[in-house]
């Protein structure tokens, strides 16, 4: 009888998938003893499995040995088997089931014949795989220069629960949720439908269906499509956040609401350059920079002046920010601003700007100051990389543009409007009082000055009963009368019911123009 050692048997045990070993029934020649043995699972897949058996004892006889197996219990040669047929040099033999299903379960014996008959080791089970599942991709629909449509059907699980579905899109031909973008829509089996966006206009891309599984990720067919060109004469971004509520009062503005936030817009000439101008009165402000009037995208946020999709929101403090983004390398400057007006006209000369102030009921710098027959400009922050002046000679206003030239010498009242992107406008008015009330009638202005504590144009004058309304510029293009709590464009006549010495104040700031009167 041969004899192999404790020793060799646990060598022979480390390089088995699936062993099989033992014996119930004792034979004088032949015996396979369990009680040596410990069944291993490995290298089961989907569909096959490794499988040893072990020969303790052998005798006469033995014609035949292998592995049979079945999904029911106690598995015999009349079954399912695998015969070992290469040459023993060991007392164990090592076979590989193959073709087996999918999530299945198998119960496997080893199996020596002799001439006494069929002998069986201890049955053991395992349980293959699951398989990728099966995904076919949708046609792609809704084609935009920014976006398109596409989707599929799982139409099976591979047995195993499908735990993510959608498309992946890329410029490559062969695209993967590890190397390109992807959309993930739903789980389990079935049609699903997936919104590709932040495409870039006339450009070929490719798309496919996956599916995942524990066994892994699926896709369906390749399909390619081209976004069309689009034409831009004018780019608008939105500018989205917490600050908008509270910096534009009264407006109807919304936080976090692209479609009622403050925006800022290219020219025509250069799509890809945006700027404007944008109030954010909290002490720290959240935003982010919107390409559409809603959050359908691309959106960006980001910080230290490089903007991305998945960008955290922008911080900034309190200011009135010059936003500028270059929407081609998708980075951005914004920087907080101090307006006012400066020229040979104005008390500091070219030294210095004379200071607006900002009103954010209006969306304009405000202010008033005397100015001589000379020009003058509008600067920010001491910095002449702010600047305005007019080369059209009208009240538009260009970057750098020309001195604006000063006719009469007097104290005027300043408007610089900066709301809306690259159509920035200003007014320059002196102020009278006109009118059968004041000292030269329906002819002649009482002309006004401007008061910096009361932040007002204002005139003390004798007045006789009558009426009387405020002009600007010696000149009927600008009137305003009314009542002290709104004066309005060719409003009615100021009635002056007493004779007497009054003092008037011109508030032009807020949302419309009053006026208080005080008889002294």
């Given at each position: 009888m041969k004899r192999i050692s404790a020793y060799k048997i646990m060598g022979l045990m480390v390089v088995l998938a699936f062993m099989v070993v033992a014996c119930t029934k004792e034979n004088p020649n032949v015996k396979l003893d369990a009680e040596l043995t410990t069944a291993q699972v490995k290298n089961v897949t989907s569909e096959s499995a490794t499988v040893m058996g072990f020969v303790i004892a052998?005798?006469?006889?033995?014609?035949?040995?292998?592995v049979c197996y079945s999904t029911q219990t106690n598995p015999t040669v009349e079954d399912n088997k695998v015969v070992y047929n290469d040459d023993l040099d060991e007392a164990a033999f090592t076979v590989t089931i193959t073709g087996l299903n999918y999530v299945t379960t198998y119960y496997v014996r080893a199996y020596v014949i002799t001439a006494g008959g069929v002998l069986y080791g201890e049955e053991f089970n395992f349980t293959t795989l699951p398989i990728l599942p099966t995904v076919t991709?949708?046609?792609?629909?809704?084609?935009?220069?920014?976006?398109?449509?596409?989707?599929?059907?799982?139409?099976?699980?591979?047995?195993?629960?499908?735990?993510?579905?959608?498309?992946?899109?890329?410029?490559?031909?062969?695209p993967t949720i590890d190397s390109s973008l992807f959309t993930t829509d739903g789980t389990g089996l079935g049609i699903f439908v997936?919104?590709?966006?932040?495409?870039?206009?006339?450009?070929?891309?490719?798309?496919?269906?996956?599916?995942?599984?524990?066994?892994?990720?699926?896709?369906?067919?390749?399909?390619?499509?081209?976004?069309?060109?689009?034409?831009?004469?004018?780019?608008?971004w939105y500018v989205p956040g917490d600050y908008v509520a509270a910096s534009y009062p009264e407006s109807g503005m919304?936080?976090?609401?692209?479609?009622?936030?403050?925006?800022?817009?290219?020219?025509?000439?250069?799509?890809?350059?945006?700027?404007g101008y944008v109030y954010?009165?909290?002490?720290?402000?959240?935003?982010?920079?919107?390409?559409?009037?809603?959050?359908?995208?691309?959106?960006?946020?980001?910080?230290?002046?490089?903007l991305d999709p998945a960008g955290d929101n922008i911080t900034s403090p309190a200011g009135y920010y010059k936003i500028n983004v270059d929407a081609a390398t998708l980075t951005y400057t914004a920087v907080a601003t101090e307006w006012g007006v400066i020229g040979s006209a104005t008390p500091l000369g070219w030294d210095d700007e004379t200071g607006l102030t900002y009103d954010p009921y209006t969306k304009t710098w405000r202010g008033g100051l005397h100015l001589t027959a000379e020009e003058f400009k509008f600067r920010a922050n001491h910095d002449w990389a702010y600047n305005y002046?007019?080369?059209?000679?009208?009240?538009?206003?260009n970057d750098g543009g020309d001195n604006i030239p000063v006719a009469t010498e007097a104290d005027y009242y300043m408007i610089l409007d900066l709301s809306n992107p690259n159509a920035y406008t200003y007014s320059a008015n002196y102020w009278g009082l006109i009118g059968s009330a004041t000292p030269g009638g329906w002819d002649a202005d009482q002309d006004m000055t401007w008061d910096a504590v009361n932040q007002s144009m204002t005139i003390t004058v004798d007045l006789v009963v009558g009426e009387m309304k405020f002009r600007a510029n010696d000149d009927w293009a600008i009137n305003l009368g009314g009542t002290p709590e709104a004066l309005e464009q060719d409003g009615p006549n100021i009635q002056i019911t007493e004779d007497g010495n009054y003092t008037i104040h011109l508030y032009l700031a807020g949302q419309v123009p009053t006026f208080s009167i005080e008889k002294n």
């Open positions: 052998e005798g006469d006889g033995i014609t035949e040995r292998g991709t949708a046609a792609v629909s809704d084609i935009t220069g920014t976006s398109a449509k596409s989707g599929g059907e799982v139409l099976t699980n591979g047995g195993a629960e499908i735990t993510a579905r959608g498309v992946c899109y890329s410029l490559d031909n062969m997936s919104e590709m966006t932040g495409l870039m206009d006339d450009t070929t891309y490719y798309v496919r269906a996956y599916a995942t599984n524990s066994a892994g990720t699926a896709y369906g067919e390749v399909l390619s499509f081209v976004t069309p060109e689009i034409v831009i004469l004018t780019r608008t919304n936080d976090w609401d692209p479609a009622t936030s403050p925006f800022i817009q290219s020219l025509e000439t250069s799509s890809d350059n945006l700027e954010m009165a909290n002490a720290s402000n959240q935003w982010k920079l919107a390409t559409q009037p809603n959050w359908d995208g691309p959106n960006y946020g980001g910080g230290d002046g490089v002046g007019s080369s059209a000679g009208d009240e538009t206003l």
